[in-house]
């Protein structure tokens, strides 16, 4: 059994902003691979099924984002799992926009949902890294992840969604690299350009001639017209 975390804070008004990719992708792997629906546990909303041969439950905390650790460990706890069954899904300021990055431990990078599951569960757990690029300034950063995805950020947010959701299973069995294909297959598919040209049609054999059926005589007699 393994846990799938979306990060994000829960109620509508923070429903399509930034900081909410991570539920958006559980939203959509629930969706597309038939889970049951969410319900009310672990101080989040809580969701179980199957991907693949492996059994996942995908967990929404909703403690708001600077407390995520609390549901985190006690559903980890719950099914005494370790933090190397746990896959965290969360923005990522130093990705551009589209953009997805597997990554195994390490710091939080400032990220206050992973700062909270760091103080809880410790480090040693998977992020899926979804990039929503980055405002420019440090000052802006606060109201810019809580804003929501603009218009004409739809189409990439849409194919993004789409292949976290297609290689989920390859997720949940370890195959990383099968995942990060399923995902740039939807984010970046291959250009008509990219593709062989086809082989040009094969030439008509020729229409065989008709025989000849002039007489001797006539054949000669033609020759000197």
Known sequence: MQIFVG??????KYARNRHNIGFMALDRIAEDHGFAPFRGKFQ???????LGTEKVVLLKP???MNLSGQSVGEAMRFYKLTPADITVFHDELDLAPGKCRI??????????GLRSIHQHIGADYARV?????????KDAVAGYVLHDFAKAEEDWLDDLMRGISDGAPALAAGDTGKFMNAVALRVNPPRSSDKPAPKP????????????????????ADRFK
Do not use: C, M, Y
Request: charged letters at 20%; proline letters at 13%.
């Open 7 to 12: 990060l994000g804070n829960p109620g509508a």
């Open 44 to 50: 989040g909303s809580v969701s179980e099924g199957r």
């Open 62 to 64: 909703e403690t708001f």
């Open 103 to 112: 990554k195994q431990g390490g710091g939080h990078a400032g990220h206050n």
């Open 129 to 137: 890294r979804l990039g929503i690029g980055h405002p420019g300034r």
């Open 201 to 220: 049609a094969p030439a008509p054999d020729p229409e065989p001639e008709a025989p000849d059926t002039r007489s001797v005589l006539q054949k000669l």
